[in-house]
């Protein structure tokens, strides 16, 4: 039951995976001996950075740049204290990188704040334009470029497919972290969409993890029939947590990234990760052999997937329509 949900892409060019030739080392390795260095700086506790970036060392493998001889990276991480974000940006531009490697819009803003010549490439950064950090998708114009995920978009996507299931939702909850740009944006445009079907958006803030409990009493307090979890990063550490709070509280939740640890999350709309980290060596790549970033355009999903898991449905005690089922990319029993 595969079936894709494509959407527009701006593309770097045409040139597929491999296509640039040459030397890893061109434009690093004529200058001095040593690795080029990869600074990155993370919101997310190091072992699920290590995850992250595994893809991108071996699509980087791939392109021909190996581990220790041509390439280093360093990890500095705020472990979810988001109050350490400018701080630990700060620390990585000190140790002077050839390139910061970031994910997700609070870190990316971090860096670009911390530094406007060290090249940035990010991961899963929502409108980089409407956050300030690119003129434009085509010609970002500033030493960032990267993998966009535009969840401001797909939002209102998501809350349609969720009425479709819920026939009868008049409120909805949405789990978000204020201290997130991009997550502000998101909060807007589902609040424009709720507005136009009948639908209350409360607000249930998560700026730090110990905040989540509180978040959800607060969504119970205020009998949420179902809430919608953001994308950010700090909200996708405390996957494991959401799942106990979603199982007490009975609530169908709809999550704005494809579903990949959750159990009790009954549907999933967005961006597969498996496609962003590894496509981000691509510019790595490039600007590590002499590109600018504000050359590059930035990049869209080529594709966002509709999830539904049955077990979390059959759990709660209602039925997804046919037609929702037939329309998903995959249905998990």
Known sequence: MKRRIAIKAAAIGAAPWLSWVGSPRLAIGQKNS?????GIPAISPLDIVANFIKPLKASLQDLGWVENRDIAFEIRSVNGDMARLAA???DVVRLNPDLIWTVSTPVTLAAQQATSTIPIVFVAVSDPVGVGLAKSLSNPGSNATGMTDFQRDY?????????????KLSRVALVWNPLNAADKLIRQELQLAASQINVSLLSAEVARREALDDAFAHVARER?????VSGDVLIFNLADRIDELLVQFRLPAAFLERATRRSHGFMSYGRNFNEYFPR??????????GAKPADLPIEQPTQLELVISL?????LGFRVPQSLRLRANEVIE
């Open 155 to 167: 939002g209102p996507k998501l809350l349609d497919l969720l009425r479709e299931a819920l026939p």
């Open 280 to 289: 981000s060596a691509v510019f790595v790549d490039r600007i590590l052999k």
């Open 224 to 228: 949420a029939e179902a809430v919608i």
């Open 34 to 38: 040593k690795p080029a260095l990869i």
């Open 311 to 315: 077990r979390a449905v059959e759990a």
């Open 88 to 90: 630990v940006a700060q």
